[in-house]
């Protein structure tokens, strides 16, 4: 299952690769850089923290949910689940690429859209990929990291902005996706967040946040 599941993360950015052949892309080779993890060791690990809001969702796969990605020997870097019973093995990775945070980020997106809209994950992935090609804006950014203001850059999506089918899509037509990195933050992503539009009646319809987060082991 595991291996499976590195296979379809992979997916999604070999999907892209050979668009990018010859080509300078700025959005996505910021979201995607190499090298974020030539620094670490093996033993180190960097945490992150997610949060869930979907209405078309049951109130079980929603709320906050903790990450572990340690650095192993040979080169992989393993992404691990936080229960409260200890940790639940996600993927291993190949470190020497770089942190797989995105991929994770993005190919769980796309099964949250897939289940919540009735759409082909195909199709979606798509989007994204075409997304990740021409985002909507990049920005110089401050991001917070352990008490102290740092220099990034910030990275807006809109994978369904302008799309033929976008209609069919209900709330996630005008969905964005939200990067900020930072060369002073570890492991390079600072947060990731993908989230419809806030509703008259206040919240979102959909909202998914990934985070560095400061927790010490």
């Known amino acids: 299952m595991r291996r499976k599941v590195s296979g379809i993360f992979l997916g999604l950015m070999l999907a892209v690769g050979p668009v990018l052949a010859g080509t300078a892309h700025e959005g996505y ?55 409260d019973t200890g940790q639940q093995p996600v993927a291993g990775f190949d470190a020497t690429v770089g942190n797989p945070m995105a991929m994770f980020f993005l190919e769980r997106l796309v099964r ?29 950014v401050q991001v917070t990291w352990q008490g102290k203001d740092h220099a990034g ?3 807006l999506l809109a994978p369904f902005v302008g799309d033929a089918n976008a209609a069919r899509l209900g709330p996630f037509a ?12 570890p492991g390079w992503y600072h947060s990731m967040r993908a989230e419809t539009p806030e509703r008259d009646s206040g919240g979102r319809y959909f909202s998914s946040t990934l985070a560095l987060s400061e927790t010490e082991e």
């Open 29 to 83: 080779d910021l979201i995607f850089r190499t090298g974020t993890l030539e620094d670490f060791a093996p033993g180190d690990a960097l945490h992150y923290q997610s949060e869930t809001e979907n209405a078309a969702a049951p109130p079980e796969a929603q709320g906050a949910q903790g990450y572990d990605l340690r650095i192993e020997e040979g080169g992989t870097a393993r992404l691990l689940r936080v229960l």
């Open 112 to 140: 949250d859209l897939a289940q919540a809209t009735g759409g082909s994950t195909f199709y979606i992935r798509n989007r994204i990929k075409e997304s990740l090609l021409a985002p909507v804006g990049i920005s110089p």
């Open 153 to 155: 850059q910030e990275v």
């Open 174 to 185: 005008e969905l964005q996706v939200v990067f900020e990195v930072s060369e002073t933050v």
